[in-house]
């Protein structure tokens, strides 16, 4: 950019919507530019970056985990600005930085960042906010949580993934309602993250006084999530992880496991534990060490949908060990360790 400011996106959607399968798509894809990626996930074990580091020499900054809203805001400043420095400094080489929010974040926060701080906003131009709805779920998630829709009120564009899953009419009902939401944002459908990179980058769609109709304290609230005057909008409470009580519902846990697991007995297991479980099952994934292969599984799914796919192999001298983050509504742990555990070879 002619002012030489860093280009920012912020990748938002609620957990499983696409937003790795898109972003590594774009990191592949061949455009010449350098992409720094900032993760922020939710979970005590980052899994995306397991993923997508896999096969990209892109530059991927793991932040700590937790809430953007209230600890993360701080981090992700300080993460911004050693990134500005190192790219100042020649350490390191970058064009823009796409930061990639947990499923449970509400954008906003991360937006205020660009603006609130004084060297930050003398760095980075944030360029948009980009958002990813599930064709399938996000009817329900619309319904009941809250950050997804502020994902939704936040975004310059909208890309639905998932449509190939979708019937029509509820296709056209979801981007009836996306529209109703925000009509200010192009929306279209995106299949496996398959997208342009003029898409999603340079579209200067970040357009501050829209942002102030959706919260009208963007710029003022600086104290946000630092404490407990912050305010919240038409009565609803921030839901984030970890921090506040209200959020007690939403946990997450990791499995691990150096022994492989059997993949039928896996199989046989995940089968039946979503089909009981699946709602509560907000997002699932990992990196498996499955008997019989030499290269890592990922896996992953989104209430009682799940699929896996042949990962790299396992490095020479590598560790093989089973990784898998669950997040969800009252998961029923001890049943899911103790069936996992069982799976093992
Ligand atoms: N059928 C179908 N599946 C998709 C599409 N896009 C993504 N998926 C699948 O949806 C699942 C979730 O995709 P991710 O890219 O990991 O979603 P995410 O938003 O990064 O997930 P979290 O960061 O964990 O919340 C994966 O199994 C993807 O393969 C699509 O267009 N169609």
Known sequence: MSNGLIPATILTGFLGSGKTTLLKRVLTEAH???IAVIENEFGEENIDNDILVADTEEQIIQMSNGCV?????????????????????????????????????DPGPVAQTFFMDDEIAESYLLDSVVTLVDAVHADEQLNTRQEARRQVGFADRLFISKADLAPTAALDALQYRLRQMNPRAPQRSVHFGEVAIAE????????????????PDFLADQAHGHDHHHHHHDGEACDHPSHHAHDDDVKSFVFRAKRPFSPAKLEDFLGSVVQVYGPKMLRYKGVLYMKGSDRKVVFQGVHQLMGSDLGPKWAPGEDKLSKLVFIGIDLPRDILEQGLEQCLV
């Open 32 to 34: 010449g530019q350098k």
């Open 69 to 105: 809203c209230c600890t993360i805001r701080e981090d992700l400043r300080s993460t911004l600005s050693d990134l500005a420095e190192r790219r100042r400094k020649g350490l390191i080489a970058f064009d823009r930085v796409v930061i990639e929010t947990t499923g449970l974040a």
């Open 200 to 215: 999603i980058f340079d579209i200067k769609g970040f357009n501050l006084s829209a942002k102030l109709d959706i919260d």
